[in-house]
C-alpha cells in the first residue's frame, strides 16, 4: 500500500501522466485478428490511433501502458515508433489491477494528476483530454460523462419489465478519468490490499475511497470499441473521410508602457529589481498584454481592453497572468490547441537574460504547452526613439494555434 511519506512526495514537473489499459483479451469483440485493441481501423491499430492523442498532446508526460503477457510483440509493431516513448508494462487479470499496475509504474515519476484511459477509445479528442485536466483538484478527480438519452428499463426475475427507471441525474461514464496521482494510487493499493476487485472503473475506487469526482462534458464522439460491429463501424467512419486542411492561425500583438517612479518592472510574470517601475492600470507586465492580444487575434476574439477594460477598478494592480489564461482559456474553449508563444522584449534596461529561465517556465505553466514552445528575446533600440531614452518598454508576440480542419469543398 502507497504509505504517508509517498503520498507527499513533490511532482518533477507540471505535465499529466496517463495510463492506457490495454491488457484485455477483448472477446467480445472476435479474436480472428488478436485482441481488439490491435485490429486496425482506417488502415492503423486501435492502439496507435489512441497513443497518439496523449503522446502529441503538450500538457501530457509519461505514458505507461498496461498490456498482456502474451502481447509484447503485438503491441510493439502495433505501436510502431510510438512504442519507444512509452513504458509498457504487464497488466493483471482485470481491469482494476492494471491500472493500479500502471499507478506503481509511475511511482518514480511522481506526477501530480494522472489520467486513466482505455486503449479503445481511439476517438478522444484534445478538447476533452484539457477538459478533464483543468477540473483535476489537489484531491478532487475529473470524469467525462454524456446524459443518459435512452428510456431505461429494468428486467424483472421472470425476463419481463420490472420498471422504468429515471434518467434523471444519469450519466454514461467515458474515459480518460483524471485523478490527483497520490489519492489515487493508495485508493487502488488499499482495495487490492482488502481484496476489492469489484470495482468498473477508477471513478468508483475514488468515490469508495471518499474522493470527490467533478463530472465534465463528455464526447459522442468518443466511443468504447467492443464489439465487432463497433470496428468495423470505425473502420468504414475513417476510410471514408477526406482529408482536412490544418487550420494554423497566427496572432500578433503589441504593447508598450512607459517608466515612473519605482524599484521594480515585471515583465513575463517575474519582477526584476529595477530603478524604474512601468506604468499601467494593472502590473503593467508589457509582454503578457501583447501576448494576450496575440492570443485572442487568432480566434477573432477582440483585444485585451474588450475584455478587461482599464476603466474597471477592478483590474488595477491585477497581475496580467490573468489575462493570459483567460485568453488562452477562450483559444481552448473554441477548440484550439497553442503550438507556440513568441514574446520579444524591446529596452535598453533591464536585461532579460538572467530571467529568461524563470519567465519561460512560468509562460509554459500559463499556456499548458512544454516550455521548447516558448520564446523569450530581448533587443535593445540602439538608443533610438523613446525606448532608447529609456522612458519605456515595448513588447510584441507571436501565438501560433491549431484549430480543427476544414474538409474541403
Not at 498482456?68 to 489491477?97: C, K, M, P, Y
Not at 477598478?313 to 489564461?325: C, D, H, L, N, T
Request: include cysteine.
Amino acid at each position: 500500500m502507497t504509505d504517508a511519506s509517498e503520498m507527499q512526495a513533490p511532482a518533477t514537473d507540471d505535465k499529466v501522466a496517463v495510463v492506457i489499459v490495454a491488457a484485455g483479451r477483448g472477446a467480445r469483440a472476435g479474436q480472428a485478428d488478436g485482441p481488439k485493441q490491435y485490429q486496425s481501423i482506417g488502415g492503423r491499430a486501435i492502439i496507435a490511433r489512441t497513443l497518439d492523442m496523449f503522446l502529441e498532446h503538450p500538457r501530457t508526460g509519461p505514458v505507461v501502458v498496461a498490456i498482456h503477457a502474451d502481447d509484447r510483440e503485438l503491441f510493439r509493431r502495433a505501436a510502431g515508433a510510438s512504442a519507444d516513448r512509452v513504458t509498457a508494462i504487464v497488466g493483471g487479470s482485470t481491469r482494476q489491477d492494471s491500472v493500479r499496475l500502471g499507478l506503481l509504474a509511475l511511482r518514480a515519476h511522481a506526477p501530480s494528476r494522472v489520467l486513466v484511459h482505455d486503449a479503445v477509445r481511439p476517438f478522444v479528442d484534445a478538447g476533452l483530454i484539457d477538459r478533464t485536466i483543468e477540473a483535476i483538484g489537489e484531491r478532487q478527480g475529473a470524469l467525462p460523462t454524456l446524459p443518459v438519452a435512452d428510456t431505461l428499463k429494468r428486467e424483472s426475475a421472470a425476463g419481463m419489465i420490472g420498471e422504468t427507471v429515471s434518467r434523471d441525474g444519469l450519466h454514461a461514464a467515458q474515459t480518460p478519468q483524471g485523478f490527483p496521482f497520490w489519492p489515487i494510487l493508495a485508493a487502488h493499493e488499499k482495495a487490492h490490499h482488502l481484496g476489492k476487485v469489484d470495482f468498473t472503473d477508477d471513478a468508483a475506487i475514488a468515490e469508495w475511497a471518499h474522493i470527490p469526482v467533478k463530472i465534465v462534458p463528455g464526447s459522442p464522439d468518443n466511443v468504447k470499441l467492443t464489439w465487432a460491429r463497433d470496428i468495423a463501424m470505425a473502420d468504414q467512419r475513417l476510410s471514408g473521410e477526406r482529408p482536412r486542411f490544418p487550420d494554423i492561425r497566427t496572432g500578433n500583438g503589441y504593447d508598450v508602457h512607459a517608466f515612473e517612479p519605482g524599484d521594480h518592472v515585471t515583465l513575463c510574470g517575474i519582477s526584476i529589481p529595477h530603478g524604474k517601475k512601468l506604468s499601467g492600470h494593472s502590473d503593467a507586465d508589457v509582454a503578457l498584454h501583447a501576448l494576450t492580444d496575440a492570443l485572442l487575434a487568432t480566434c477573432g476574439a477582440g483585444d485585451i481592453g474588450t475584455h478587461f477594460p482599464p476603466s474597471d477598478p477592478q483590474w488595477k494592480g491585477a497581475a496580467s497572468r490573468i489575462f493570459v489564461e483567460h485568453a488562452a482559456k477562450l483559444v481552448r474553449e473554441r477548440g484550439g490547441r497553442i503550438a507556440n508563444a513568441d514574446i520579444t522584449l524591446i529596452c535598453e534596461a533591464p536585461r532579460v537574460g538572467p530571467h529568461r529561465d524563470a519567465m519561460t517556465k512560468i509562460l509554459s505553466a500559463m499556456l499548458g504547452i512544454s516550455a521548447d514552445r516558448v520564446s523569450i528575446k530581448a533587443t535593445t533600440n540602439e538608443k533610438l526613439g523613446f525606448v532608447g531614452r529609456e522612458e519605456g518598454i515595448a513588447a510584441i508576440a507571436t501565438a501560433s494555434v491549431v484549430f480543427p480542419g476544414d474538409v474541403p469543398e
